[in-house]
Structures are given as C-alpha cells and as structure tokens.
C-alpha cells in the first residue's frame, strides 16, 4: 500500500512563483526522498533527506522534514516551464526491510510561461 | 554516470502473447534491482526485488507466474509479462541499486510502456 500521501494532487502556478508540495507518512522512516517525473518518462532524483536532518537545500529546491508529523515539504522557488512535471516523495522504512521504496500519490505540478 | 537503460521503450501486443522487458545498469554493476508499475496519473506500485543469482520477491498481490523476473547477472534484470491481457497495460519501470550502495541510491530506468490489444 501507498505510505506517502502527497497535496495537492495538482498545482497550476505562473513561471517565477514558488511552489511548494507536501509529502505526509505513516510509519517510521530512515530516508524520504522527492523524485520528479516527466510525463511519460522515468524518475530523476532530486534531493534526499534523512530522518535526523529537518531541512535541506538543493539550487532552487528546498525539503523540509518534520518526522513528528511524519511529513515533508518540497519547496521549488523561482519556477520555471521546464519544472512542469509529476513531483513524487519516497520513503524507506526503518527497522523492516530497508530494500523498499514507498511512493506517494504524486502532485502534478504545472507551470505556466 | 549511473544510468539504467530499459528496452523496449514501449512494446504494443496482442493478447495472450509474453513480452519481454529488459533493464540495464550500463556504468555500474547493480546488487537489486526494483521492479514498478504505473498506471496512468498515479504512483508507482513495487512488484518485485530482485538480487543476482537469487529468485524475485514479489510483493503482496502479484502474481509470480505471471511476470517471471531473472537477474541473471550484476547488470540485467529482465521482467516477463506472460500471456499478456489488457488489464497488464501498464508503465513499467526498472530501478537498480549499486553494488555496496544503500536503498536510497536506486537509478531509474526511463520506463517501458505496455499496451496489450
């Protein structure tokens, strides 16, 4: 089953806004990952985050973790056209078997020139 | 460097017939690789892991028979969708972990798009 939930399912925002997705979890994690998928393509890491750390930075992305309300944000600043794409977390769980990756639902994010 | 090739990049076939998926890791040697699905406008589900040498663990709800998984050496995996029927339509994506990497350095594949007549 789907641990990562993520909101909102569809951002529509204009070229230099900020965007900003949200990631929430069930169990305890080791890592939370975000990855980002173009339409019809496959995945391309972005930043990983691990449980201990509570922000971090990436060029124009920043990932914030707040394990005590198991979620996470993925702030992308300054947007551009080219970051239209489906935005994914992943988690890997602590303590089971940590050979597995759970996917959120994804938010789609569109951005607009 | 660490790239995961997948082949072929879509496959459309008939139903009832087996078609075969391959996933490489072109620069590194991979000890698992994943194997996922996605159906349109939603997440990807894990189908199975697979480690060199060893048989595939499937997760919950897929059925073994159906796609047969071979990792037959550190830098292929291949995922077989047997008797193939509309409802396996689907994108199917590889991922491979490097030897002495961690689960968090999974390399995806560019994915492979299925649709069965």
């Known amino acids: 089953s789907q641990q990562g939930e993520e909101d909102p399912q569809a951002l529509s925002i204009q070229e230099g806004e900020n965007a900003t997705m949200n990631c929430s979890y069930k169990?305890?994690?080791?890592?939370l990952q975000w990855y980002r998928q173009n339409s019809g393509r496959g995945l391309v890491h972005l930043i990983l985050?691990?449980?201990?750390?509570r922000e971090k930075h990436s060029g124009r992305l920043r990932v914030t973790l707040d394990t005590s309300k198991k979620s996470s944000s993925l702030l992308i600043t300054a947007s551009r056209a080219a970051d239209t794409a489906s935005y994914f977390c992943?988690?890997?769980?602590?303590?089971?078997?940590?050979?597995?990756?759970?996917f959120g639902k994804g938010t789609l994010l569109t951005v607009n020139p | 460097g660490a790239v995961v090739s997948q082949h072929p990049s879509w496959v459309i076939c008939k139903s009832g017939t087996s078609v075969k998926i391959e996933c490489r890791s072109l620069?590194?040697?991979?000890?698992?690789m994943f194997w996922y699905r996605q159906f349109p406008k939603q997440s990807l589900m894990l189908m199975a892991t697979?480690?060199?040498?060893?048989?595939?663990?499937?997760e919950q709800g897929v059925e073994k028979d159906k796609f047969l998984i071979n990792h037959a050496s550190l830098t292929l995996s291949t995922l077989t969708v047997t008797s193939a029927h509309p409802e396996d339509s689907s994108f199917y994506i590889c991922?491979?972990?490097?030897?002495?990497?961690?689960?968090?350095?999974?390399?995806f594949g560019p994915g492979t798009r299925l649709t069965v007549l």
């Open positions: 991922s491979a972990t490097p030897v002495g990497g961690g689960v968090y350095e999974q390399f």
């Open positions: 169990t305890s994690i080791n890592n």
């Open positions: 985050i691990r449980s201990n750390e």
């Open positions: 992943a988690t890997d769980r602590s303590g089971g078997s940590n050979y597995k990756l759970t």
């Open positions: 620069d590194f040697q991979a000890t698992t």
């Open positions: 697979s480690n060199e040498g060893s048989k595939a663990t499937y």
